[in-house]
């Protein structure tokens, strides 16, 4: 039985990815930080199936002792501050976090099972106020936030590993994704439970920054195939994951009101404390790396999506009103 260790098992990606993997057979280690409440939303389905390892990517002691606990085949680094606005609040925790947790995980890795492969959850964010579209492999970063800047570390330690010590690692440079599980403070979960709360009648309007701002959106469930099938191929590598489309907030926030039946105008208020002190203004991936050599491709559209993640908020408030 294949063995893996997924850091940011609690998240949104780490939900999924332990789902799939538990599909396929592979025993599942979880690498899960001390919470005083509970945290375990996304993973309350299999949390039975899941060996939880505790750790916190900051101590680099918790992550060897995890690696040797899991002893696994293959290491999924999804654990990182992820939220964008927040790392301008917190800039040196997301450094220390986001960029050197991934040094850290790579040197637990390095010393305890040197030929486990290993998988870096990098971001499209790296390529922020982008140099070219569509954005594939080749084109240059030029990261707009803290959280930007972090993933670049993250993206070039990976890359360094592989090239210095001739290890398996490869960075998912992954536009973004969404779905049911996404973390309510990230824009399309903000919408759709806010949609589903005015539906309701639990909320009166919803206040958003820039509409404007264009975003390549997939559904997490795709996207941690890829994942998976970057760490099946004999040679490491890194690829760009994303649909191929971009859309503005503004098509998400019609497109969701839409659904149940109402006009986003009437409810939709832009407020400047949602802007951001800089933006990223359009991303759109070439995933033709990802198809061409892994054979991956999205499933589910931006439309499906969009109803897929309405219709789930609109079913949870159902059942808690
Ligand atoms: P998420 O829902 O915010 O999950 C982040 C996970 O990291 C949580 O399990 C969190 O644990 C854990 N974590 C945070 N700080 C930690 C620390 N110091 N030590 C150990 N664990 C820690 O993120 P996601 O959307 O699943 O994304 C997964 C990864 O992909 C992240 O690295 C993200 O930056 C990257 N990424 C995401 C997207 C996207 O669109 N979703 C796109 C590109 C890249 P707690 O529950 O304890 O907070
Ligand atoms: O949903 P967001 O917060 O995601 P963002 O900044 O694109 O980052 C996400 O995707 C990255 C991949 O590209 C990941 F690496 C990262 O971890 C995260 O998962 O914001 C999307 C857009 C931005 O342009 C933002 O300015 O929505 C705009 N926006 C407008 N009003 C808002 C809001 N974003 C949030 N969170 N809240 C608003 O009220």
Known sequence: MKKALITGITGQDGSYLAEFLLNKGYQVYGLKRRSATVNNENI????????????????????????????????????????VADSWLQPIFTGQVTALGVTNMLEAVRIVKPDAHFYQASSSEMFGKVLETPQNELTPFYPRSPYGASKMYGHWITVNYRESFNMHTCSGILFNHESPRRGIEFVTRKITDAVARIKLGLQDELRLGNLDAKRDWGFAGDYVKAMWLMLQQNDPDDYVIATGETHTIKEFVEIAFKHVGLDWQDYVVQDSKFFRPAEVDLL????????NKLGWQPEVTFEQ????????DVKRLENTK
Do not use: C, W
Request: no cysteine; aromatic share 6%; net charge negative.
């Open 44 to 83: 309350r389905h299999i949390q039975d199936k899941i060996q939880f390892v505790s750790g916190d990517l900051q101590d680099v002691t918790s992550l060897i002792n995890a690696v040797k606990a899991a002893d696994p085949d293959e290491v999924y680094n999804l654990a990182a501050q992820s939220f």
């Open 284 to 291: 759109l991936g070439d995933p033709a790396k990802a198809k």
């Open 305 to 312: 999506l969009v109803i897929m993640m309405v219709e789930s």
